[in-house]
């Protein structure tokens, strides 16, 4: 079992930088894959960046702009967010899972464990 909180959401305009942080607690945190997905209102929730056994995979709508990563010394995973556009605003959620293979790391239905998401709001 797996904890997960998320942080760092907020309200920036087009072109800002926000840096979202999860903080995870429970099980052993560094055996787990992790991923951030988001989900706009009347969306789908979507697979943005996520790191597996070592490789990381970005959506291509971000790719560029957002950079995942990991401190498995504190159990936090982040993800930086630079160049935010209007289309970044969503509930941002971290979610983690027991051994995803690379290619999968976007998909939310290989997660098992969910934060409670934080809310990432981008004006134009």
């Known amino acids: 079992q797996v904890q997960l909180v998320e942080s760092g959401g907020g309200s920036v305009q087009s072109g800002g930088s926000l840096r979202l942080s999860c903080a995870a607690s429970?099980?052993?945190?560094?055996?787990?894959?992790m991923g951030w997905f988001r989900q706009a209102p009347g969306k789908e929730r979507e697979g943005v960046a996520g790191?597996?056994?070592?490789?990381?995979r970005y959506a291509d709508s971000v790719k560029g702009r957002f950079t995942i990563s990991q401190d498995n010394a504190k159990n936090m995973l982040y993800l930086q967010m630079n160049s935010l556009k209007p289309e970044d605003t969503a509930m941002y959620y971290c979610?983690?899972?027991?051994?995803?293979?690379?290619?999968?790391?976007?998909?939310?239905?290989?997660?098992?464990?969910w934060g409670q998401g934080t809310q990432v709001t981008v004006s134009s």
């Open positions: 429970g099980d052993t945190y560094s055996s787990y894959s």
């Open positions: 790191i597996s056994y070592g490789s990381v």
């Open positions: 979610a983690a899972a027991n051994g995803v293979v690379w290619y999968k790391v976007l998909l939310p239905n290989e997660y098992q464990y």
